[in-house]
């Protein structure tokens, strides 16, 4: 089972960037398909972006054109680059991992992003 520790949170003014990252140990990286999902309070978990193990990625509406997502499979990594930052993206930020073969699921312990003035 792949381990997953997100970094990169933290507060930030509205119009601002972020860029989180997800390093992944305990099995082979590419096996998976990785993703960022977001939880804001009081509201379900939401997908932001999915990269597949072969590289096809799915941004979530509420953050298409402000977010991107990509791997980097030399390093174990999955990032969320994040721009144009509003107080709606304030959210606890989940990085999962879905091996290819077998569907696990596994998730990161979650990093806190805010965004304020």
């Known amino acids: 089972q792949v381990q997953l520790v997100e970094s990169g949170g933290g507060l930030v003014q509205p119009g601002g960037s972020l860029r989180l990252a997800c390093a992944a140990s305990?099995?082979?990286?590419?096996?998976?398909?990785m993703g960022w999902y977001r939880q804001a309070p009081g509201k379900q978990r939401e997908m932001v972006a999915i990269?597949?193990?072969?590289?096809?990625?799915s941004i979530g509406n509420s953050v298409k054109g402000r977010f991107t997502i990509s791997r980097d499979n030399a390093k174990n990594t999955v990032y969320l680059q994040m721009n144009s930052l509003s107080p709606d993206d304030t959210a606890v930020y989940y990085c999962?991992?879905?091996?290819?073969?077998?569907?696990?699921?596994?998730w990161g312990q979650g990093t806190q992003v805010t965004v304020s003035s």
């Open positions: 305990g099995s082979i990286f590419s096996n998976y398909h």
């Open positions: 999962n991992a879905v091996r290819v073969i077998g569907g696990f699921v596994s």
């Open positions: 990269i597949g193990s072969s590289g096809v990625t």
